[in-house]
């Protein structure tokens, strides 16, 4: 049972346009949410979080909404940039102290 | 500087041999985590320890085992009664306290049983 699910393996997007990484998922007790970068054999690196008591939270050129009622999470990245290329992961928490991860986009910014 | 270390990067091993990943951490944190990475798989949660002594199973535990004598080190073995040992192993920790939050993660080790 997947309860955190990215349906889009991929992503292909042009140098300074808008990239958007969706995650949907299942388990209404989650209400933490967060955002990871990983580079090829390297380890996952977070990225930008958020609240369930919020729908949305910035940092710099990272946007993330949060939209409780569906169920469903999007990461904004504007402008791309090449070496934003990486796979993504989305990931959720309850107070169970375990983090649910889904299964990686891999994001490709084309200069 | 703070951080995850992992030892080794790459390590072969024979089918049949017991082996054992290192992971040891200077943040501080209470909790520590092993975890898999497979082509589309995303990561996995083999097991977990939130404090020293302790330690919890994850989803995919069967044919692993972890000792938490040390806060700072957490190593995972990989038995021979893993079925697919090949994969990438993360190591992460967090400051624990029953909420995970933000994991921090090492660099990993590329394990290739043959």
């Known amino acids: 049972d997947q309860q955190v699910k990215q349906n889009s393996p991929s992503l292909s997007v042009q140098e300074g346009r808008i990239s958007i990484l969706n995650c949907d998922y299942t388990n209404s007790m989650f209400d933490y949410f967060l955002w990871y970068k990983k580079y090829p054999a390297e380890g996952p690196t977070f990225l930008i979080s958020?609240?369930?008591?919020?729908d949305k939270n910035e940092d710099g050129r990272f946007t993330v909404f949060l939209n409780k009622s569906a169920k469903h999470l999007s990461l904004h990245i504007v402008p791309s940039q090449p070496g934003d290329s990486a796979v993504y992961f989305c990931a959720a928490t309850s107070n169970t102290g375990k983090l649910i991860f889904g299964q990686g986009t891999t994001l490709q910014v084309k200069p | 500087d703070g951080g995850i270390t992992q030892s080794p990067k790459y390590l072969f091993r024979k089918e049949g041999q017991n082996v054992t990943l290192s992971c040891e951490q200077n943040?501080?944190?209470?909790?520590m985590y092993w975890y898999r990475q497979d082509p589309g798989q995303g990561l996995r949660l083999i097991y977990y320890s939130q404090i020293v002594n302790d330690f919890q199973k994850g989803d995919i535990a069967e044919g692993y085992s972890v000792s938490r004598e040390k806060k700072e080190s957490f190593p995972l073995t990989v038995t021979s009664a893993q079925k697919n040992p090949t994969a990438f192993y993360l190591c992460a920790s967090s400051m624990g306290s029953g909420r995970s939050y933000e994991q921090y993660f090492g660099p990993g080790t590329r394990l290739t049983v043959t």
């Open positions: 943040l501080n944190h209470d909790a």
């Open positions: 958020i609240s369930s008591i919020k």
